[in-house]
């Protein structure tokens, strides 16, 4: 009898939720790729890799809001509608990225034209990226806790099987756009098509089908307990992260004047309705929901930043050796897909704990050796090691969210992945790009055989965290062209060296895991929590 059978499980419903994640992760990578690939999104609309990176972001922390939010009342409103409103999302986004590209390739705009087109078509790119993120958020909003009740008694492994769609998609949607060629280089409208395929199909599937009633509930732990579990401070890390985000969107800071007093603004609304979430359930929340709250924003930089911009980082290496750089993220793409439907038989011999520390320094490991890998059989040993060190990550955290407190519900396993989200929307992702900058920044300083200096190539700009330096392409490309094929050759060397900066991340993961895996050892070994279920089922 199979697993499926065993727990008298739905299969239309579990493969529904499967295909629904795979719809992300075909949005996920034809963005990537056309915010990475130098002749479509940089191009057509004058990106420098900050600038690109925050782009990307803006598809990525509106999934916070979208996934807390609907957990807040998904058990109330039901999954079916958190399913259709995550259609509609992918259908909008559709619509203004399509518009967008109409916008720049207007024919008869002369300079000035053509920098208006911009402007304006990257605000409705910007906006259409944010209503994707929420579509995607919603999507992990249900299917995360609709699978964790299906399979209640083995929830790390059936989260993993289930985000084996992840890179499932990442690996399918890779390989249509390589298969697209010179079609998606000169029209790159064809990859938003494609996004429509599996949108289609799990609408189709999920329409009609019946959900279960959340492990939280037929437990009969109460909405303020699920509440409490998160607590004061789990809320205050989400409410600032995603007021900060809105802020920096909207403009606060010159609607209001001043930086200063937006700032004001931002902390003391992120005071004010955190004590009131912390009055109304009574908690400061779970140290241990806290703990990995506070891991997951490394390890979402980790795996979703890198993701992001390994295309464009490896694009040097593999293109000198006649290979398209989306190769790399298919590779890596494909060992997870492949290891998180086999991971029964490791989480039982490693422990959840044990399987993200490995994971952790085998990410350190990879990371470091792709930033300086250059011939083939070394960049694809490389990705290897990143591959598989990458590949549980972010499943068997919900696993262990999900184990450790059934009474958070939906809440619970779905705010620690919003905020993994917004930190690589509002952080991790263009703080990735600057690492990148400053690369370039560093080796076109020590380059002393260049005919241009870099402040003659560059901008400041500023983000999140700060001010940056950053090249400036169109000042590039006013050079000379054997100048610029010096320049471009010195900052594509520095960009991926960069990803040695990036091993900072799994490296504090590390050291993460290992506290709590010595804090389980203390108290007799890991153990699940488990709800009774109303009628002993």
């Known amino acids: 009898m199979s697993q499926v059978q065993?727990?008298?499980?739905?299969?239309?419903?579990?493969?529904?939720?499967?295909?629904?994640?795979?719809?992300?992760?075909?949005?996920?990578?034809?963005?990537?790729?056309?915010?990475?690939?130098?002749?479509?999104?940089?191009?057509?609309?004058?990106?420098?890799?900050?600038?690109?990176?925050?782009?990307?972001?803006?598809?990525?922390?509106?999934?916070?809001?979208?996934?807390?939010?609907?957990?807040?009342?998904?058990?109330?409103?039901?999954?079916?509608?958190?399913?259709?409103?995550?259609?509609?999302?992918?259908?909008?986004?559709?619509?203004?990225?399509?518009?967008?590209?109409?916008?720049?390739?207007?024919?008869?705009?002369?300079?000035?034209?053509?920098?208006?087109?911009?402007?304006?078509?990257?605000?409705?790119?910007?906006?259409?990226?944010?209503?994707?993120?929420?579509?995607?958020?919603?999507?992990?909003?249900?299917?995360?806790?609709?699978?964790?009740?299906?399979?209640?008694?083995?929830?790390?492994?059936?989260?993993?099987?289930?985000?084996?769609?992840?890179?499932?998609?990442?690996?399918?949607?890779?390989?249509?756009?390589?298969?697209?060629?010179?079609?998606?280089?000169?029209?790159?409208?064809?990859?938003?098509?494609?996004?429509?395929?599996?949108?289609?199909?799990?609408?189709l599937m999920l329409a009609f089908t019946k959900f279960p009633v959340s492990e939280r509930v037929a437990g009969g732990a109460t909405y303020k307990e699920m509440l409490g579990e998160f607590g004061f401070i789990g809320a205050a890390i989400a409410l600032f992260l995603i007021i900060k985000q809105l802020a920096d969107v909207f403009k606060l800071a010159t609607l209001v004047g001043s930086p200063d007093v937006a700032n004001y603004v931002v902390y003391g609304a992120v005071a004010l309705l955190a004590i009131a979430y912390g009055i109304y359930c009574g908690s400061l929340g779970r140290p241990m929901m806290i703990f990995l709250c506070l891991i997951m924003m490394p390890l979402a930089t980790t795996e979703l930043g890198t993701d992001a911009a390994i295309t464009g980082i490896m694009e040097k290496p593999m293109k000198a050796m006649n290979y398209n750089p989306l190769w790399v993220l298919i590779y890596t793409s494909a060992i997870m897909m492949v290891l998180r439907f086999f991971v029964g038989p490791v989480v039982q011999r490693l422990t959840p704990l044990g399987l993200l520390a490995t994971c952790a320094g085998l990410a350190i490991v990879g990371l470091y050796l792709l930033s300086m890998a250059q011939s083939f059989l070394f960049i694809f040993a490389a990705a290897t090691l990143y591959g598989i060190g990458k590949t549980y990550f972010w499943p068997t955290t919900l696993g262990v969210v999900s184990e450790q407190f059934p009474k958070g519900g939906a809440l619970t396993l779905n705010a620690i992945a919003g905020i993994g989200m917004l930190?690589?929307?509002?952080?991790?992702?263009?703080?990735?790009?600057?690492?990148?900058?400053?690369?370039?920044?560093?080796?076109?300083?020590?380059?002393?055989?260049?005919?241009?200096?870099?402040?003659?190539?560059?901008?400041?700009?500023?983000?999140?965290?700060?001010?940056?330096?950053?090249?400036?392409?169109?000042?590039?490309?006013?050079?000379?062209?054997?100048?610029?094929?010096?320049?471009?050759?010195?900052?594509?060397?520095?960009?991926?060296?960069?990803?040695?900066?990036?091993?900072?991340?799994?490296?504090?993961?590390?050291?993460?895991?290992?506290?709590?895996?010595?804090?389980?050892?203390?108290?007799?070994?890991?153990?699940?929590?488990?709800?009774?279920?109303?009628?002993?089922?």
């Open 6 to 203: 065993e727990n008298d499980a739905n299969p239309v419903l579990f493969w529904g939720c499967f295909i629904a994640l795979v719809t992300t992760a075909f949005a996920f990578i034809s963005r990537a790729f056309m915010i990475n690939t130098p002749s479509m999104w940089p191009a057509d609309f004058n990106l420098d890799k900050v600038q690109a990176q925050t782009l990307f972001g803006h598809g990525i922390w509106p999934f916070a809001i979208s996934i807390i939010l609907f957990s807040l009342v998904i058990d109330r409103i039901g999954y079916r509608v958190a399913m259709f409103f995550s259609f509609v999302c992918y259908a909008m986004y559709a619509e203004f990225a399509l518009y967008a590209y109409s916008l720049v390739k207007q024919s008869g705009l002369g300079e000035e034209g053509l920098a208006a087109a911009r402007a304006t078509a990257l605000r409705y790119l910007t906006f259409g990226s944010i209503v994707l993120g929420l579509g995607n958020g919603t999507v992990e909003a249900f299917i995360n806790p609709v699978v964790a009740t299906m399979y209640k008694h083995a929830k790390t492994k059936w989260l993993n099987i289930l985000h084996a769609g992840w890179p499932g998609g990442l690996v399918l949607g890779g390989l249509i756009t390589i298969g697209l060629g010179d079609q998606a280089a000169q029209d790159w409208r064809i990859l938003i098509y494609i996004i429509a395929i599996p949108a289609v199909i799990y609408l």
């Open 423 to 537: 930190t690589v929307g509002i952080i991790g992702g263009p703080l990735i790009g600057k690492m990148q900058e400053d690369s370039a920044k560093a080796a076109m300083m020590a380059a002393t055989n260049l005919p241009v200096k870099y402040e003659a190539i560059s901008k400041t700009d500023s983000y999140f965290l700060g001010t940056y330096d950053a090249v400036n392409e169109d000042l590039i490309k006013r050079l000379p062209e054997d100048q610029q094929q010096q320049v471009a050759q010195v900052i594509e060397a520095a960009k991926q060296g960069a990803l040695a900066k990036v091993t900072i991340f799994p490296a504090i993961m590390l050291v993460c895991y290992l506290m709590l895996i010595a804090y389980f050892a203390s108290r007799g070994g890991y153990r699940p929590n488990e709800l009774a279920t109303s009628g002993g089922h």
